[in-house]
């Protein structure tokens, strides 16, 4: 059994049907249904009793240990963060509450259970820490991508809030022994993404000829990860990662968002052509964002040299699978944006406390 936060939102739920596609292990999901938390992204495992729902926050000190308590898993896998870079600027107090406070809650359980473990139990426990590559800051276009070493420069509410859960995740590990995995990801892509996000915001507002909105001059560059690929890599460090370790994961796919802006216009293009022209000409450029970092970049060397993992996903293989899957799921599109997703959690599922 492991615990996974966050596990309904984007890369928690992906995670979560990944595993339980290559694994009979069960799950308890701990998600709190934030407005980016959507349980239809895990519909294929109602009544699949290797998933275990809980709603409730990871800052809920009562709730979290009683899970421990009662399910005694073996890991931990910590996804549950508030994670969007705009709404950090407007509204920092959540970020701060959710990855820094409730992020200090998780270790204090997790850690109390650990201490009263004994023997085999005890030694195969980890706790796994999904961080960002934001935490380092922004790179020249000169400049070496990160890597473990990189020193951080947090230069967002949500990426400061991101680095504060990083260190207390290396805190407990160094001052108690406790053991920690630390994970630093770049821009994840794929199925079921909020579309408050570049790419499927982009796709949402192409169909809907809106405007494509493009911050600055569109040259800011991030290094894209397929969701599935870090999936992958977190099953990976969970089993062979060192205790105390971190390990960057990137798709070696840098590309900036102009880029990634006309790639989409040229697929739908290419799979839904509409008659008043091609969807680049619904590209806009707009006010650059408050302290918008200039380029982010992974090196992956340490988790393909020390693990075995790399990725399998090319940017164009990626991109081709997220955009078909946007085209091939308009009822989860259009359910995200009314919020009748929330409408169908409610009825599926009561009150929430526990399902599954």
């Given at each position: ?7 309904a939102?984007f ?16 799950v ?6 934030t ?15 290797r998933?275990i ?10 709730l ?8 005694r898993?073996r890991?931990?896998v ?31 359980c ?29 790179l020249?276009?000169?400049e ?28 407990w590990?160094?001052?108690?022994g ?9 821009n ?46 977190i099953?990976?460090v969970l ?7 971190t ?17 989409i ?7 839904v ?23 982010y970049a ?24 997220t ?14 944006l009314?919020?009748?997703?929330r ?14």
């Amino acid at each position: 059994m492991i615990l996974v936060t966050g596990g309904a939102g984007f890369i928690g739920s992906n995670f979560i049907l990944d595993w339980l596609s290559a694994s009979d292990e069960p799950v308890v999901n701990l998600d709190a249904l934030t407005y980016a938390g959507n349980l239809q992204n895990l519909e294929s495992l109602k009544g699949d009793q290797r998933h275990i729902f809980v709603h409730g926050n990871i800052g809920d000190a009562d709730l979290v240990a009683s899970l421990f308590a009662r399910y005694r898993p073996r890991a931990v896998v910590h996804f549950a963060a508030e994670s969007h870079v705009d709404r950090s600027i407007f509204g920092p107090d959540a970020f701060f509450k959710t990855n820094v406070m409730g992020t200090l809650n998780l270790l204090e359980c997790a850690k109390a259970f650990w201490d009263q473990t004994r023997g085999e139990e005890k030694e195969r426990f980890r706790f796994l820490h999904v961080s960002t590559d934001e935490v380092y800051g922004s790179l020249r276009f000169d400049e070496a991508p990160f890597t473990e070493e990189t020193p951080y420069r947090p230069n967002s509410p949500y990426s400061a809030s991101k680095a504060s859960s990083d260190h207390a995740v290396r805190a407990w590990f160094h001052t108690y022994g406790f053991p920690v995995l630390t994970t630093n990801c770049s821009n994840n892509y794929g199925p079921y993404q909020f579309p408050e996000k570049l790419i499927p915001l982009v796709i949402h507002n192409a169909l809907s000829r809106l405007p494509l909105p493009i911050y600055g001059d569109g040259l800011n560059i991030r290094d894209w990860l397929y969701v599935k690929d870090h999936c992958e890599a977190i099953r990976t460090v969970l089993q062979k990662g060192t205790p105390g370790e971190t390990y960057n994961i990137g798709g070696r796919n840098e590309r900036n968002n102009l880029t990634i802006v006309q790639t989409i216009c040229g697929l739908l293009d290419e799979w839904v052509p509409h008659e008043a022209g091609p969807y680049a000409n619904l590209i806009e450029f707009v006010k650059d964002r408050p302290g918008h970092d200039r380029r982010y970049a992974i090196d992956a060397t340490k988790i393909r040299t020390q693990l075995g993992w790399e990725p399998k996903e090319s940017f164009e293989t990626g991109i081709r699978k997220t955009v078909r899957w946007y085209l091939d799921h308009p009822e989860w599109v259009q359910g995200v944006l009314t919020g009748a997703y929330r409408e169908w959690t409610a009825k599926q599922y009561g009150s929430l406390r526990v399902a599954g």
